[in-house]
């Protein structure tokens, strides 16, 4: 063996390298498209788990203040919300969630002039 054969043995050798090394660059290639479109997409994400999160937080916050509202409990035939020490009409409230105060008529009835109801309280 030779120097030469050493040569040519050598060459069929690198064609096969360099085949190997182009298919290597197109993967190469592919791959980074395909992370750079993921790095796109995983962005795209982040965007959309972040307006999530605020749109819960906002739903959450609107919640909490429905339950304020309407949490109550009947107290002299009026309703008595959380937070509020006003008597309000439990007619016009259930019908149309209007927040009437009421007004005391005598010891024993309160009165909502919206409705016009006399309301027993004692
Ligand atoms: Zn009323």
Redesign the pocket.
């Known amino acids: 063996m030779g120097i030469i054969t050493d040569i040519l043995k050598d060459i069929p050798l690198s064609a096969v390298l360099r085949e190997r090394l182009i298919d290597q660059e197109k993967t190469m290639a592919t791959l980074e498209a395909e992370n750079l479109a993921l790095k796109n997409e995983n962005s795209d994400l982040k965007a959309l788990v972040e307006n999530l999160r605020q749109e819960i937080q906002q739903t959450k916050d609107i919640q909490k203040d429905k339950s304020h509202n309407t949490s109550f409990k009947m107290q002299l035939g009026c309703l008595l919300f959380a937070g509020d020490k006003r008597l309000y009409?439990?007619?016009?409230f259930h019908k149309g969630g209007?927040k009437?105060e009421?007004s005391r008529v005598d010891h024993h009835n309160r009165y909502?002039?919206?409705?016009?109801?006399k309301i027993p309280s004692g």
């Open positions: 009409c439990p007619s016009c209007n009437i009421t909502c002039a919206v409705c016009k109801t």
